[in-house]
């Protein structure tokens, strides 16, 4: 079985400050992995993927993560956030590719606070 | 292009009663998915439909249901409502891997 664990549920930074959350994974097949964010009152909007080649994957709006297999992790990093990056992130992981059970499991999902 | 779109936005019954809501998911696109989310629980997988027929349900009771038509739209029924089903339920539709969300369905069961 699969399964996501987001280190922190809430992680409150200052505007321009650097910011990384947290994920980690578990899953015996190959896997894809997201990230998705949520603004309040909204749905959930796709921030970025891996689901082969390099193991960092960017955003628009400049988030990056990177897939370590070895420590199964699957960490958002921004190098400078944004009133605007105010919202609830969720990582998240598929079996789509292989054994494809049609589900995506999420992590708990990180409240990230940027604070003036 | 269209994205997903769900209706209603929101939704209040009273226990016991049932609720229907609604997903059209993006043109093209073959595969529905029904997620809650429910304050302290997350994100819950609820069921998978693809070319109308279920593939894949989470762990929840019999009483949610839902079915996909022709036209890839799908329905997700809640019967026998509990106040515990209060939720915000996100409808997702996706061509080959990547999940596409809809702004979802807020049920308030009173």
């Known amino acids: 079985a699969q399964s996501v664990t987001q280190l922190d549920s809430q992680v409150p930074v200052f505007e321009e400050a650097p910011v990384e959350l947290r994920c980690n994974y578990s899953s015996s097949v190959s896997v894809y992995l997201f990230w998705y964010v949520q603004y309040p009152n909204q749905g959930l909007q796709l921030l970025l993927k891996y689901l082969s080649g390099s193991t960092l994957v960017e955003s628009i709006n400049g988030f990056e993560a990177e897939f370590n297999k070895s420590q199964t992790s699957f960490h958002l990093r921004k190098p400078s956030v944004h009133i605007s990056d105010t919202a609830e992130y969720f990582c998240?992981?598929?079996?789509?590719?292989?054994?494809?059970?049609?589900?995506?499991?999420f992590g708990q999902g990180t409240t990230l606070q940027v604070k003036p | 292009e269209a994205g997903v779109t769900q209706s209603p936005t929101h939704l209040i019954k009273t226990r016991g009663q049932q609720a229907t809501l609604r997903c059209s998911p993006i043109?093209?696109?073959?595969?529905v998915y029904w997620y809650q989310q429910a304050l302290g629980l997350g994100l819950q997988f609820l069921l998978w439909?693809?070319?109308?027929?279920?593939?894949n349900r989470g762990n929840f009771p019999p009483r949610f249901s839902g079915r996909q038509f022709p036209n890839y739209s799908s329905e997700l029924n809640v019967n026998a409502l509990e106040l515990e089903d209060s939720a915000l339920y996100l409808c997702?539709?996706?061509?080959?891997?990547?999940?596409?969300f809809g702004e979802g369905s807020r049920l308030t069961v009173l």
């Open positions: 997702a539709s996706s061509l080959v891997g990547e999940l596409f």
């Open positions: 439909y693809d070319e109308g027929e279920e593939r």
């Open positions: 998240a992981v598929s079996d789509l590719g292989s054994s494809n059970t049609g589900k995506l499991i």
């Open positions: 043109s093209g696109h073959t595969s």
